[in-house]
């Protein structure tokens, strides 16, 4: 399973970005699917989590209410819209696949992409 980020880019605080994260390689909805950060000098931080159905979401504290995860299988792909952003939202947002759960340590989960950087500044 390869996965592709794209979309990340300069945003001012208080703005939006839409992440994608294209799957190829095998069916993307034999996979639990989701997104990790990480800050300059701090660890990979989990900022959500999406079944292989898309029934359940699941997000990290510091984007609940204004992070929406979603995928569509048909396109394998998924989706991460980020709203209301802010300078702590500046990081390599990294879309991440496990035939389990990605709502586990990051030394876990079996698929990383490469990675999109955001930044998010005034």
């Known amino acids: 399973l390869q996965l592709v980020e794209s979309g990340g880019g300069l945003v001012q605080p208080g703005g939006s970005l839409t992440l994608s994260c294209a799957a190829s390689?095998?069916?993307?909805?034999?996979?639990?699917i989701g997104w990790f950060r990480q800050a300059p000098g701090k660890e990979r931080e989990f900022v959500t989590a999406?079944?292989?159905?898309?029934?359940?979401?699941y997000y990290g504290d510091s984007v609940k209410g204004r992070f929406t995860s979603s995928r569509d299988n048909a396109k394998n792909t998924v989706y991460l819209q980020m709203n209301s952003l802010k300078p702590d939202d500046t990081a390599i947002y990294y879309c991440?696949?496990?035939?389990?759960?990605?709502?586990?340590?990051?030394?876990?989960?079996?698929?990383w992409g490469q990675g999109t950087q955001v930044t998010v500044y005034s």
């Open positions: 991440v696949a496990d035939p389990g759960s990605v709502v586990r340590p990051a030394h876990a989960i079996e698929y």
């Open positions: 390689g095998s069916t993307s909805d034999y996979y639990a």
């Open positions: 999406i079944t292989r159905t898309g029934g359940y979401t």
